[in-house]
């Protein structure tokens, strides 16, 4: 792991101050992700800036019917949450299919959001990834891909993003916002991550110093006519070989609207 200095933002407009002044800084939340990478010597953060205690851990119920998750709220919590398990069971499930009880008590949602590949050449430094040394290679495309991309590859990458909560949200036209340098914005979750195309090393469409602060679930009549699927190498604790998060209008014995979004198979959650 590289030296690295670590500050505790009293806020969200420090966190973002501090981080557009440090274009090798990374903020960090629950850190499961981030701290694995770093002792893989695969991150080298120079600065981390806590945010871990901002004001971002609620669920909250919004006047127009929508709900708002903190983005510092723990998957854990998310997935336990009355509001979620009945309005939108699609994602608690999904929740319940990531990592272990151990790790969602600590994994946030910003951060579930942000988490980058489990390619083993990405997470080997001793070998080329365009993702993490862009211009190096990507022996994936030779070698062993059994877990990666069928849809929206490049020459570059065919990496695969890991998340089932952002599959579930996906389904669920779940829209991010953000804080940053510019001020504030909202980003269809469908558009929020990015396809590799020939800048793997670009995982979302933020901007450096931009700051995730809540998801939002617009109050969809199928949010509850819905199901989770996950096909895995073992039982738990596994990443998904494929998984399917799929939701349903049903008014009168007639379909009205679907939605269908597929994990462990592109860059992004697939819709």
Known sequence: MNPFRYERASDASMAIAMLAQAPEGAFLGGGTNLVDLMKLGVAKPELLIDISHLPYDRVELLADGS???GAAVRNGDLAADRTIRTRYPLLAHALLAGASGQLRNLATTGGNLLQRTRCVYFQDVSKPCNKREPGSGCPAREGYHRNLAIFGASEACVATHPSDMAVAMVALDAMVRVLGPSGERTIPLVHFHRLPGDEPQRDTVLDH???ITAVDLPPL????????????????????LVSVAAAIDVVDDMVRDVRIAFGGVAHVPWR
């Open 67 to 69: 709900v708002r998750i």
């Open 221 to 240: 009549a199928f949010a509850t006519r819905s199901h989770y699927r996950k096909v895995r190498e073992r039982a738990s604790y596994a990443f998904a």
């Open 209 to 211: 110093g931009e700051l």
